[in-house]
């Protein structure tokens, strides 16, 4: 009889690929089925992400609750990005914790599982060209690795440390790898790694130098490869070849994460980002210059050490200018490991929650134009998933999220969808064609 395992994942997108990849090998290996029922589980498994310092104390909460619920004899393990960070601090906190395996580690799952306490964190272990058995977990959409970790250095960001160098995986695999999924029924291919448009820079092993740009054009190609989309792009590698083929490339979905961070040049060196102010404006003024459409979204932190009032102010004049369709924002939170949490110019704590809110009110009021500036237009969407209340909810190219009330059997097919009413987080919309 199957044994049972039960993932919960945290954080990015990547850790969502890991848990998947956990799942193909622990089902190929030991023939485990995934559930939904950490309490009936063989196997508890927490993925996750260490990114900011508030998930990391939830880790243990849960650890808790999970350990003191669970089926007797069932095991506990931690993995991803914390579990690369902490190692076996984990199980000194938490000894009912049976392995911690690391972020760049999740091949190894199948073996950890039988090895007792064990700790497996090797930040140098080299996946990039392991061949993961099949497992995903929506038919529509395929998460496909590029590369693993990150070469970037900046200064807030503990990532490098917990996925190691950046490696790239080799075209060939990946092309290989779109093909199956799309064979397989998806239609929409997510490529996925810390900072995509540095494709190419280094693989393991002898491999054709591939860029970026390149990649995107093979793998659009591919006659089943219907969407492609990617993240997370780094505004630093955003040339003019890579903006004119995402501009030109009928497959590529017309919505870009250009995260930011802050709008202050004196911030943006300080944190390494390796641009300006300047050079950022540039790309998006070029980026909506080109497509028109194109939605942008991005990622900005407030109250990193020494920010002043007037560095935030310019980072809410990068929002005027580029008016993002979306904005994940977070007050800047130390983490060990990284640079700047040696610097001791921190913000008060108080101006940061200050700030944020401000900036996110500021985010609200242009969401809220943009949104409602869909009202009555029509986009192609790409049905994913089901919705409570007999509805669907699919993407349109530029990334606006629809909902129409339709049959489940339209999932996984394409259609032209007018928008009926707004909100700020999707719209409804109806069918037309
Ligand atoms: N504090 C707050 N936000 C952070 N991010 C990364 N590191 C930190 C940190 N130390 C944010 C960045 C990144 C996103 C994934 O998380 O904005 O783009
Ligand atoms: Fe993903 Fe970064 Fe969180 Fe790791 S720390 S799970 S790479 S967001």
């Not at 950022?280 to 979204?297: C, G, Q």
């Not at 924002?329 to 921190?346: D, G, H, I, Q, V």
Request: proline share 3%.
């Amino acid at each position: 009889m199957s044994k049972t395992v039960f993932i919960e994942t945290l954080g990015c997108a990547m850790n969502e690929r890991d848990t998947e990849h956990m799942i193909a090998e622990l089902n190929a290996k030991e023939d485990y089925v995934q559930t939904d029922d950490s309490r009936t589980a063989d196997l508890i498994i927490i993925n996750t992400c260490s990114v900011r310092e508030r998930p990391v104390h939830k880790l243990f909460s849960e650890l808790g609750s999970f350990n003191k619920y669970k089926k007797l004899g069932a095991k506990i393990g931690v993995t991803g990005c914390t579990a690369s960070h902490l190692g076996r601090d984990i199980i000194k906190r938490a000894p009912y914790v049976d392995f911690v395996l690391g972020a760049r580690n999740v091949s190894k799952i199948s073996e950890i599982i039988h090895k007792p306490k064990a700790v497996e964190i090797d930040i140098d272990y080299d996946e990039s060209q392991f061949a993961f058995k099949e497992f995903r977990g929506s038919v529509n959409k395929a998460f496909v690795n590029i590369s693993i970790g990150c070469d970037k250095a900046c200064t807030f960001c503990i990532v490098p440390k917990t996925r190691g160098d950046e490696i790239s995986i080799p075209t060939d695999l990946i092309l290989q790898e779109c093909e199956r999924a799309t064979e397989a029924g998806a239609k929409e291919i997510f490529l996925l790694g810390q900072n995509v448009n540095n494709y190419g820079r280094r693989f393991s092993g002898d491999h054709e130098k591939v860029n970026f740009t390149e990649l995107l054009r093979r793998i659009s190609k591919i006659d089943t490869v219907k969407r492609i989309r990617f993240t997370s792009p780094h505004p630093f590698h955003m040339d003019d070849e890579f903006l004119e083929e995402f501009a030109k490339n009928d497959k590529i979905c017309k919505s870009m994460h250009m995260p930011l961070q802050s709008g202050s040049s004196a911030i943006l060196k300080m944190m390494k980002r390796g641009y300006t102010k300047e050079w950022f404006l540039n790309r998006a003024k070029k980026l909506r210059e080109m497509v028109p459409n194109v939605s942008i979204s991005t990622d900005i932190i407030v109250a990193f050490p020494g920010e002043t009032q007037e560095d935030f102010e310019e980072t809410i004049d990068v929002m005027r200018e580029v008016r993002f369709d979306q904005v994940f924002s977070f007050k800047y939170s130390p983490r060990p490991l990284t640079e700047a949490a040696e610097m001791t110019n921190e913000v008060e704590a108080e101006v940061g929650s200050e700030r944020l809110a401000y900036l996110q009110g500021f985010q609200n009021s242009v969401t809220d134009e943009i949104t409602n500036g869909h009202l009555g237009k029509t986009f192609e969407v790409f049905f994913e998933e089901k919705r409570d209340g007999g509805f669907i909810a699919g993407r349109s190219d530029n990334n606006i999220l629809i909902k129409v009330e339709a049959d489940e059997s339209l999932l996984g097919s394409f259609a032209k969808v007018k928008v009926i009413k707004t909100g700020r987080m999707s719209q409804i919309g109806e069918i037309i064609a």
